[in-house]
């Protein structure tokens, strides 16, 4: 069974820094793409940050370029967004989302590709 746990959100100033991570069960990294999305109020949900099984390949929302990097542990089966240069517009719920790779990394980078949700992590950007 697939589960997913993002940690990490909070409450950080503008230009501050936070890292979420999302700890996977039932699945090893090694056979699953892995997608960070955010879904702020009354908006959709949109991809911020996708990685790949292999190679790996990255995927960034050209929002959070440059200031977002996502990265894997496989021995402790975790993926990581570090994000850095926070504004207020990045608060939002932050989801993690696994599915076995069946493209590009930046075509799978949307809502419908993924299948598997953790229950998100609140980021707020606020003074």
């Known amino acids: 069974q697939v589960q997913l746990v993002e940690s990490g959100g909070g409450l950080v100033q503008p230009g501050g820094s936070l890292r979420l991570s999302c700890a996977a069960s039932g699945f090893t990294l090694d056979y699953y793409a892995i997608g960070w999305f955010r879904q702020a109020p009354g908006k959709e949900r949109e991809g911020v940050s996708c990685i790949t099984n292999s190679d790996p390949s990255t995927y960034y929302a050209d929002s959070v370029k440059g200031r977002f990097t996502i990265s894997r542990d496989i021995a402790k089966n975790t993926v990581y967004l570090q994000m850095n240069s926070l504004k207020p517009e990045d608060t939002a719920v932050y989801y993690c989302?696994?599915?076995?790779?069946?493209?590009?990394?930046?075509?799978?980078?949307?809502?419908?590709?993924?299948?598997?949700w953790g229950q998100g992590t609140q980021v707020t950007v606020s003074s």
């Open positions: 989302a696994a599915e076995p790779p069946r493209t590009t990394v930046q075509a799978m980078c949307v809502k419908a590709y993924f299948a598997s």
